[in-house]
Nanobody, 126 residues
Framework: QVRLTESGGGLVQAGGSLRLACLAS????????MGWFRQALGKEREFVAR????????DYADSVKGRFAISRDTAENTVYLQMNSLKPEDTAVYYC???????????????????WGQGTQVTVSS
């Protein structure tokens, strides 16, 4: 079973940057896609970004488009989320997710993914 471990979270001032990493316990090149979600206190889990392994195609939530960038390193079995121009509303626990293969549904839904990490806290101060 795939295990995902997030790192890179922390406290940052508004306008600053953080880089999150998600390390998979096994090769992820066989996965269809990996994504990032976030969940603020008292709110539902929200789609942030996703990337396909075969072509590196990316998709972003409108709220982070132009500020965040998702990337992958197939050799290291790692997916990154570069977060720039951070805002207080970006404060949340950020989760890494992976889907083993294409499936019916939408990639922005948490139900589309098979595996989840434990999350890493990102706090943006004003």
């Amino acid at each position: 079973q795939v295990r995902l471990t997030e790192s890179g979270g922390g406290l940052v001032q508004a306008g600053g940057s953080l880089r999150l990493a998600c390390l998979a316990s096994e090769r992820t090149d066989s996965n269809y896609a990996m994504g990032w979600f976030r969940q603020a206190l008292g709110k539902e889990r929200e789609f942030v970004a996703r990337i396909t392994w075969s072509g590196g195609n990316t998709d972003y939530a409108d709220s982070v488009k132009g500020r965040f960038a998702i990337s992958r390193d197939t050799a290291e079995n790692t997916v990154y989320l570069q977060m720039n121009s951070l805002k207080p509303e970006d404060t949340a626990v950020y989760y890494c997710a992976a889907v083993a293969r294409w499936r019916l549904g939408v990639y922005s839904s948490p139900n589309w993914y098979d595996y989840w990490g434990q999350g890493t806290q990102v706090t943006v101060s004003s």
